[in-house]
């Protein structure tokens, strides 16, 4: 665990680091966020490859990394696709599949904001179980999602969903008592806050969640602007405990 410093001339700033997979990007997003100047509890999530979550209160951060992998970002499914025009990006269901694509072209394959949506209302009209098994052939717009895609978007879900668990229970808080959740990253932005709550990515009783883009790149423009944000960012580090999820001994079976 590294405190954050000056280096170089003309002088730069690097930010420190909380531990393992959890560096200065949590720190810098936690520090726009504002989430450490509230009272009571919030959760800070940053959606990736790599998903970081910080249960945030005034004196004491919980922080931990979820290997969450590249399935939310289209890679190693037959169905995925990155970000790019013709992504599918939304879906909705009324008497038929509904689909939006980024840019409106033509579909070629779903992002993560439309893989959690597509998820969503799988379950919601009965063609998907709760544990993953599909129940009939689903093809939207020629495009085929088979049983192996949602076996390993359930792994992806899995790893945060148990991150966010393993925090709540350590400090011994219900969903009910999280203030504000805040949720960034690559394509934690573009999500629908129900989508996600109905496949069990984050719990279906936090009240107040919401989305912002790019918390780390505007935590770093705030301590260029201002050396009073670089000192709040070292409070944010040295009040930080860092938890290794892999090494807890129920992490598996959770």
């Known amino acids: 665990i590294h405190k ?3 280096h170089g001339n003309p002088p730069y700033y690097v930010f420190g680091s909380i ?7 949590t720190i810098a997003g936690i520090l726009a966020s504002e989430l450490q100047t509230k009272h009571g509890f919030s959760l800070y999530i940053d959606l990736g490859t790599n998903g970081e979550v910080a249960l ?6 919980l922080a ?3 290997a969450a992998g590249p399935a939310f970002e289209g890679a190693g499914l037959r169905c995925g ?9 939304r879906v909705t269901y009324a008497r038929g599949f509904r689909i939006h694509s980024i840019e409106g072209g033509k579909p070629r394959g779903f992002c993560a904001s439309g893989l959690i949506d597509l998820l969503a209302v799988l379950l ?3 063609w998907l179980k709760e544990d993953g098994r599909m129940m009939r052939k689903v093809t939207i717009k020629n495009i085929p999602v088979d049983q192996e895609d949602i076996r390993k978007l359930q792994l992806a879900i899995g790893a945060v969903h148990t991150g966010v668990r393993f925090l709540l229970d350590r400090a011994g ?3 009910e008592s999280i203030n504000e959740t805040v949720i960034t990253g690559e394509f934690g932005s573009h999500l629908n806050k129900d989508s996600l709550m109905r496949i069990g990515i984050i719990p279906e009783r936090l009240k107040r969640v919401r989305f912002e883009n790019d918390l780390p790149l505007k935590g770093a423009i705030k301590a260029l602007l201002d050396n009073k944000n670089i000192e709040e960012a070292e409070t944010i580090r040295s009040s930080s405990t ?5 090494l807890q001994p129920d992490f598996q079976k959770r």
């Open 242 to 246: 860092h938890i290794d999820l892999a």
């Open 64 to 66: 931990l990394s979820t």
């Open 56 to 61: 945030v209160g005034q004196k004491t951060i």
């Open 81 to 89: 696709s990155i970000a790019v025009r013709g992504a599918i990006d």
């Open 19 to 25: 531990g393992g997979f959890v560096g200065g990007d």
């Open 124 to 126: 919601e009209i009965g």
């Open 4 to 6: 954050g410093g000056f």
């Open 173 to 175: 808080i219900m969903p």
